[in-house]
């Protein structure tokens, strides 16, 4: 398995710059494709972008709504924001966000919430599901065929703040990135989650965006600086994680999106500057595209 964890990462070609969000855009999360589009998410003006030679708004979401993780439904044609007030200066506080289905023309479809609090962060879709994730207690929600509503998929204490999810290959678990706690999966049918160590037997913490390739998952480590982009292979009793090296540093990455041939991910996200006095920023965020010319193993 080592062995086929340091391939995976080595079948990475060089990364290209596919997309610019202007500096205007002070704090982007997020980050959708469907192949053709690129979408990012603007958390402070609430805007969705869709951005190719350039950027242009599709949607604005209501006050007490900034959009934080995006993914790309392809089943049904539609982008799911992951939406909450944050606590950053000049957003009102609230008690609930929203998950939100929007149309490629920027009409929302959809809007979804607990009746618990509930703080979205992150957001992935797969062919069985729809799994959001509330990093400030650690609970993954989905929206599961023929079934109403949002409904916790992990137990209450787990986690502590989840951030990215993946439905694994076999329908029956969510890989999980917690912020605190490291990678877990969670058995859908038991609500167990079981955190993966790994070979060291520490865990794998900061890890932020995660997307399933295949057989393996690719995530954003932005625990220190620069970022770092992280192979894992995910085996019954652990992990086995090595950094992409062909990669270059990654400033300030949040986010990462899988498009069927390449991996996109936000870098210059604009977090580290956000607690300085508003002000234009001085340098743009920019969609990374890190191609897999091997594909991804089925």
Known sequence: MIAVA??????????NVVATVPAEHRLVEGVATNGRSIWVSSVLDR????????????????????????????????????ADCLDLPGIAKCSRGALLAISPAGRVVWR??????FHPGDVSVSLRAVMVSDSRNGIVYALLPRRAGLRPVNRSGDGK???????????AHVIVADYSRGIGRIDMKTGVTSWLPQQDGKPLRGIDGIARCGD?????????????????AVEQ???????????PPLPDPTQIAFDGKRLLAVANAGWQDITQPPKRRSAPTRIVAIPLPQGCAS
């Open 6 to 15: 340091i391939a995976a990462a080595a079948a990475v070609a060089q990364p």
């Open 47 to 82: 805007q969705i972008l869709e951005c190719s030679r350039v950027c242009r708004r599709i949607a604005t979401l209501p006050v007490g709504l900034n959009p934080l993780g995006i993914a790309w439904d392809w089943s049904r044609d539609l982008l799911w924001v992951a």
């Open 112 to 117: 979804l919430a607990p009746k618990a609090d």
């Open 161 to 171: 703040s989840a951030q990215g999810t993946a439905m694994a290959g076999d329908g």
């Open 216 to 232: 393996r998952y690719f995530g954003i480590y932005n625990g220190t600086t620069p970022g770092r982009l992280f192979s894992i």
């Open 237 to 247: 009793e652990g992990i086995t994680a090595h950094e992409v090296v062909s990669a």
